[in-house]
């Protein structure tokens, strides 16, 4: 046991002498990599819409969705207080009343129920502010997003037989990608593809 112990006593000074000879300068450092500028933007965005909802929007220049966050955050919070006080109002009934009164049942599901409704919207606001935070990050990546003439969909009617011999209806989605086009334009512009 001792001589187990001795070794393992040795192992570790030789692993600490060994680690205390090595010289800083002969340590390599990480090198991180700097983020583009599309990184930057898609990050202060959802900065700024963590710190007030609705800025990261106005940063990306989509102003019209900053309505729409402040309505929802606005809504949830309305219905979160009022749910709230009744919920209060109904646990000091509860507090109250005897459990013999014939209304007190009525109390404890009337102050269960506005609970829930509180909680609920208390979880729907934090999941309508996480939205706008993730809508302004996805947002600002997206503005630099290719869309070019060279891309396209078509949406159709689908009308086709199966394996029975039934007529099934549906809809169609193609995608195109035109790639000869972008070549072609190239081509022209003196460029190389």
Known sequence: MIRHLGFILLLLTLSLSAFAQQKDDDRV?????????ITLR??????YSAILPGMGQVYNRRYWKTPIIWAGI??????AITNYGD???????????PSTDPNYS???????YYRHNFELSVLIGAGVYALNIIDAYVDAHLREFDISPDLALSVSPLLYANF?????????LKFKFRHENRI?????NGQSY
Do not use: M, W
């Not at 898609?42 to 900065?47: K, T």
């Not at 072609?184 to 022209?188: A, G, T």
């Open 29 to 37: 450092k990480p090198v991180k990599p700097k983020p583009d500028s």
């Open 42 to 47: 898609a990050r202060r965005a959802a900065l």
């Open 74 to 79: 606005g809504t949830c919070t309305y219905f």
């Open 87 to 97: 919920y209060q109002k109904n646990n000091d009934l509860v507090n109250h009343t």
């Open 106 to 112: 009525k109390y404890v599901y009337d102050r269960d």
């Open 164 to 172: 029975n011999a039934e007529l099934v209806t549906g809809i169609s």
């Open 184 to 188: 072609n334009r190239l081509r022209q």
